[in-house]
């Protein structure tokens, strides 16, 4: 009986020790898991905002290197329209040159020349033809004239003269063809110019509008407790006119009702409009009717005030 006592006594002291025991080592068990498991969000945090840094990095990496590109093909662009204005003015020296050759005195001009030599070698042939007509009518006569080997003389030095300028003339035309061709490759140098620079245009339009889009500002968002209204329902005011506005911080009828003129033609200026538009469409007078302002109240009068 003493012994079932005892053993019930022990057990009834034995298990709320138990017990205790068992939910304090579950406690510190547990412990660890919970700061782990808030701790996993934390890395995931930091490592995200590690990889938005570099990605930061990378575009700014890629905005510096287009820039550079774009400087690049602009002074390339520069020098190879240089070199084309070069080429035209050449081209256009030449056709002036062809077209209005300079007076005869001077003998610059290929095509004045040229006629000029067909001008002597055409009187030349003709005055061989009279000499060789008046020698054959002399042969037919009994008696040969005295002064025959005169004429003979004559003659041999109206054929030289003939030759020579027989070879003048083919020179002056060579050269004329030359003249023709030098044209002609540079005409064609001037249009392959042209094909070059197009695309290097292209590039370069495409480059400029890369840049232009990676240093643009991003949207202001709209400030905190200011409603976001339906701007167009103000007169003047159409979809592609809200998003600029939006673009600028103007979310609500008060903003536009709070504008004073100075700040209006700002603001115009900024949405790239003709100054007096919003004032001729009057947005601050229908902004103040939709906000539900004091019609006797302007913004100037509450400056003042």
């Known amino acids: 009986m003493r012994l079932l006592i005892t053993s019930l ?33 934390r890395e995931q945090l930091q490592a995200q905002q590690d990889k938005l840094r570099a990605s930061a ?21 520069d020098s190879l329209t240089t070199q084309l204005a070069r080429r035209a003015e050449q081209v256009a020296a030449l056709r002036r040159e062809q077209q ?13 020349e040229l006629n000029l030599l067909r ?4 009187e030349l042939l003709a005055r061989l033809q009279r000499l060789q007509a008046e020698t054959e009518g002399r042969s037919e006569n009994a008696a040969p004239p005295a002064d025959e080997s005169g004429a003979r003389a004559e003659r ?31 005409r064609q140098e001037v249009e392959s110019w042209k094909h070059r620079l197009a695309p290097l245009a292209r ?22 407790g200011l409603p976001r209204d339906d701007l167009q329902r103000i007169r003047g005011i159409g979809p592609a ?27 115009a200026d900024k949405l790239a409009i003709a100054t007096a538009l919003p004032m001729r469409d009057e947005w601050v007078r229908q902004a103040r009717e939709l906000a539900g302002f004091d019609p006797s109240e302007t913004p100037d009068t509450r400056v003042s005030g």
């Open 241 to 267: 006119l809200e998003r600029r506005l939006r673009a600028q911080g103007i979310h609500s009828y008060a903003q536009l009702a709070a504008m004073s003129e100075r700040e209006l033609a700002a603001l």
């Open 57 to 77: 990095e990378r575009l700014r990496a890629q905005r510096n290197e287009l820039a550079g590109k774009l400087a690049a093909a602009e002074q390339q662009i």
């Open 119 to 122: 001008i002597e070698r055409d």
């Open 156 to 186: 041999g030095e109206l054929r030289e003269r003939l030759a020579a300028s027989e070879r003048a003339r083919r020179q002056a035309e060579g050269r004329l063809a030359e003249r023709e061709r030098q044209i002609e490759e540079l």
């Open 203 to 224: 590039q370069l339009q495409k480059q400029r509008e890369i840049i232009r889009r990676q240093a643009q500002p991003a949207p202001s968002s709209q400030p905190a």
């Open 9 to 41: 006594l022990t057990i009834a002291v034995a298990f709320p020790a138990g017990w205790v025991l068992c939910r304090a080592w579950l406690s510190q068990a547990g412990a660890p898991s919970r700061t782990r498991a808030t701790a996993v969000p």
């Open 100 to 112: 209005q050759p300079a007076p005869a005195e001077d003998g610059s001009g290929a095509a004045q």
